[in-house]
């Protein structure tokens, strides 16, 4: 009886690395951005536009941790309860594609 398992390791030589992102430029994000978010209200959003797939991706990620070091940073205005929702939107007027962040709590 032979038992055949896939799920073995193999070893394979010169893979390249992937390249590392953790060091890199960041994506940036408007100049007001927090000043925005330290105004914003419930059931108010903004639009940021992106230009692709891992464009929205990279921004998503930049505008969750922007928030989440707002609210971590004791002279903001952004309290731990203040709850954002961050969603993909495609604008039906100007055919744009990108963001909507929105304050819901």
């Known amino acids: 009886m032979t038992i055949q398992n ?6 394979e030589d010169n893979v390249p690395l992937p390249k590392d992102n953790r060091m890199g ?6 100049s007001n ?6 105004q914003m209200r419930v059931n108010q959003s903004f639009f940021i ?4 797939e891992n464009h929205r991706k990279a921004k998503t990620n ?5 928030i989440r070091r707002l609210q971590q ?10 709850k954002f ?11 744009r594609s990108g963001l909507r962040v929105y304050r819901v709590a």
């Open 25 to 30: 430029t960041g994506e940036s994000l408007p």
């Open 62 to 66: 930049a505008i969750r941790s922007a």
């Open 73 to 82: 940073d004791e002279s903001s205005h952004v309290s731990m309860d203040t």
């Open 49 to 52: 536009e992106t230009h692709n």
């Open 6 to 11: 896939d799920s073995l390791l193999v070893l």
């Open 33 to 38: 951005f927090k000043e925005i978010i330290s």
């Open 85 to 95: 929702s961050v969603r993909k939107y495609e604008d039906p007027h100007s055919g």
